[in-house]
C-alpha cells in the first residue's frame, strides 16, 4: 500500500457535516498493517462512498503508479489486452457481479458494518486464535483416544498369546535331529516367554503371567 499512503492520510474534502462548524468525524480503520483515518459519512453512507470510489477517480485522480498497483488485485487479463483490461474496470465500477458478488459493494459493506474497526480486527483476531487452540486441543484428544485403543487392543492380543502360548510349539520350524523332546520343549517355551515379556513391556503391563512366575 505504499503508492496509496498518502491518499489514506491526505485529509478528504467533503464538506462541512451535519454540525455546522465543518468538523469531520473520523473513524479509524486498519487495512492490513496500515492503520488510517476515514470520514465516518465516507464509511457510512454507500452515496459518499461510490463517488469517492467511482472510475473517475480512478481516471483523473490516480497516478499510473497507484494504478498499476490497484491492478495487482483484479483479475489477470493479458497483459497487452487494453480493451478487455479496461472492460473489467467498467464492470467493476458499474457494480456487476463477480461470481461472488461485486468486490467494491462488498468493501463498502465491511467498512460500514466496522469490519476494519482496530478493536473488531483485535477481537477477529483473537477469535481466530482461540478457534485454533480448540482445534489443537480437539486433536490431542482424538490421537489420546487413539492411542487407548491401540493400546487396548494391544492388550487384547497379549491375552490372546498368553492363552494359546503352548499351542504355539507346533508352529514351530522343525528342529534339528539332534536335539532331544525336552530340549525343543525348553527353547520353545523360551522363545514365547520373551516375545510375551516384550510385548509386556511395550503395554506397560508390569503383572506376572502364570507362565513367568512358573519360569
Known sequence: MDSL?????DPLELGPCG???????????????TRVSLPEDLLEDPEIFFEVVSLSTWQEVLSDTQRAHLQQFLPRVPEDSAEQQNQLL????????????????????LF????????????????????????????????HR????????RNDLLEMARRSGPALSWRQKRPSPSRTP???????????????REVKEECG?????SDEEGE
Not at 205 to 209: E, H, N, P, Q
Open 5 to 9: 499512503d498518502h491518499m489514506l492520510t
Open 19 to 33: 454540525d455546522g462548524h465543518g468538523a469531520r468525524i473520523m473513524e479509524d480503520c486498519l487495512l492490513g498493517d
Open 90 to 109: 467498467l464492470a467493476l465500477f458499474r457494480g456487476e457481479n463477480f461470481r461472488f458478488g461485486n468486490p467494491l459493494h462488498i468493501a463498502q459493506k
Open 112 to 143: 460500514r458494518d466496522g469490519h476494519f474497526n482496530p478493536e473488531v480486527v483485535k477481537y477477529r483476531q483473537l477469535c481466530f486464535k482461540s478457534q485454533y487452540k480448540r482445534y489443537l486441543n480437539s486433536q490431542q484428544q482424538y490421537f
Open 146 to 153: 487413539l492411542l487407548k485403543q491401540i493400546l487396548a487392543s
Open 182 to 196: 525336552e530340549e525343543r520343549e525348553w527353547r520353545t517355551q523360551q522363545r514365547y516367554l520373551k516375545v510375551l
Open 205 to 209: 503391563d508390569t503383572a506376572l503371567s
